[in-house]
Structure formats: C-alpha cells, structure tokens
C-alpha cells in the first residue's frame, strides 16, 4: 500500500514539473515564431522586389518552405485569394491562425494588409518594412517575456507538484 502512495506522489510531481515544462515552452513558441514571420516577410519582400511574382505564387512558397504554423498563415492566404483580395485573404489568416501569437502580434502583421496587392511594388515592400520594424519591437518584448517567465513556470510546476506532494504526505 506504501509503495502505490510513494508511486502516486511521485507521479502528481512529475505531472506538475510537465505542466510547468509546457507552460514555459509558449514563450519560447511564440518568439521561435515571431522570428519565423520575420524571416518570411524578408522572402516576401525580396520576391517582390526581385522576380516580380504574382503574391499567391510567393505565398505558397513561403509556406512550404516556413515552420508549420507560420507556413499555415501563407498557405491559408493563397487559398482565400481565390475568392477575395489578398487584403482579406491576408487579415482572415492571420486571425484564423492557430499558434502562439498574441493578439497584439497578429495586429501588428494585420498591418501588413493595407498595401498588399494594392499599390505598385514599392509601396508594398514599404509597407512590409514598416511591418518588420513593428514585428522586430515585438520580438524584442518576446525575448523579455522569455527570460522573465521561462524558468518561472519551469519552477512553479516543479515546487506546486512538491507543495502538493509534502501536503499529502
């Protein structure tokens, strides 16, 4: 009967340090993506600027060569250009996305939106500049949060799961 209590204990602390352990892997997801996007946009920028490509052709580019999540956002805006602008093709994926993005980061490439497949090229490589300097304040705050709250919640999992632990013995 000991030996199942000890096993139970010790399966509450590991179970708590995992909670913890994915807690703190959102802030290292969200600037992992962050610095993704920002690749992706210098692609985008320098496509345009270079070999003229019609946008849904860079999209599909850009999500099959990005990580999953930001690749999804290109990918989804490729295919909702066929039945609108890229305008809303592009503001819809962002805000369909599924990843680690705050609502201020999405705001921030939502932007990205006004000029795309409005104006001539160099209103729209403007536009994405003025985005990457948005997005590079954004991975900066997501450095910050990184450092602050990574080993927090790294150690807030582990000593809950041992408060717990010591409370039921």
Do not use: H
């Not at 290109?74 to 993005?101: G, V």
């Not at 490439?109 to 090229?121: A, E």
């Not at 450092?147 to 000593?159: F, H, M, P, R, S």
């Amino acid at each position: 009967m000991q030996i199942i209590r000890y096993i139970i204990l010790l399966l509450i602390l590991a179970i708590s340090s995992i909670i913890g352990k994915m807690l703190s892997k959102k802030y290292v997801r969200r600037l992992e993506e962050l610095e993704e996007m920002q690749n992706a946009l210098n692609i985008l920028k320098n496509k345009i600027k270079f070999t003229y490509e019609p946008i849904p052709e860079i999209f599909e580019e850009i999500s099959s060569t990005s990580n999953k999540n930001i690749g999804n956002i290109f990918k989804s805006a490729k295919i909702k250009m066929n039945n609108s602008n890229a305008n809303i093709a592009w503001q819809e994926s962002i805000q369909e996305s599924t990843n680690n993005l705050t609502q201020e980061d999405k705001n921030v490439l939502m932007s990205l939106s006004k000029l795309l497949g409005q104006t001539d090229i160099e209103g729209q490589i403007s536009q994405i500049e003025i985005t990457e300097k948005f997005l590079e304040n954004q991975i900066q705050e997501a450095l910050k949060e990184k450092q602050k709250n990574e080993k927090l919640y790294l150690k807030l999992g582990t000593i809950t799961g041992l408060a717990i632990v010591i409370m039921l013995c």
